[in-house]
């Protein structure tokens, strides 16, 4: 079993799509479901996972940082078709393709410009994320969700399950949402 986490992971490094990567780290996570294991065997199975999807995700954050184009990159530039709900000079809004609630979209810059995550934003960026945030609340209401009401989330690194490296702001309503998060 543990031949075969080490291939898929390896087959996950090589693999720099995020979509291709987030579909091998559910089949990791469904394998090591499926095992019938105990004790030390276990957590060093789920270390494995977790070292596993920690290296695939700093692979894709280098190759973001690298300036290879992310898969948001290229539904900015229209080489992936995606239906804008919104679409300004700076950013544009998409529905998500795995909805967590009734209404669930993206708002994204057309321009990464060293945002690959929230964490490394700069005084430069300060009006662009004011932008995306205003953004996503014209959209939510666009969208039905005011008055009742929304959920901003924003994924930052491999801890904060970030799945491509290109900031994105998720916008979630149309239910109730639960406490805590995650």
């Known amino acids: 079993m543990s031949q075969r986490l080490v291939r898929l992971s390896q087959h996950l490094l090589v693999h720099r799509t ?4 987030t579909s091998i780290a559910v089949r990791l996570s469904r394998t090591t479901r499926r095992c019938l294991v105990t004790g030390n065997q276990a957590n060093t199975m789920a270390d494995e996972v ?42 544009v809004a998409f529905h998500d393709l795995s909805p967590q609630g009734p209404v669930h979209f993206l708002v994204i810059p057309k321009d990464r410009a060293g945002l690959s995550r929230l964490s490394k934003a700069e005084e430069s960026h300060k009006a662009l994320l004011g932008h995306l945030l205003y953004v996503a609340q014209q959209v939510a209401k666009q969208e039905g969700l005011v008055p009742g009401g929304f959920r901003v989330v924003i994924n930052d690194g491999p801890d904060g399950s970030q799945s491509v490296y290109h900031l994105h702001i998720h916008v979630i309503g149309g239910r109730q949402m639960g406490w805590p998060p995650g």
């Open 18 to 21: 995020s979509l291709h990567a």
């Open 50 to 91: 977790a070292e596993s999807r920690k290296a695939a995700a700093k692979k894709m954050e280098e190759a973001a940082d690298a300036g290879e184009p992310t898969v948001f990159d290229k539904i900015v530039k229209k080489e992936i078709p995606s239906n804008f709900i919104y679409e300004d000079d700076d950013c």
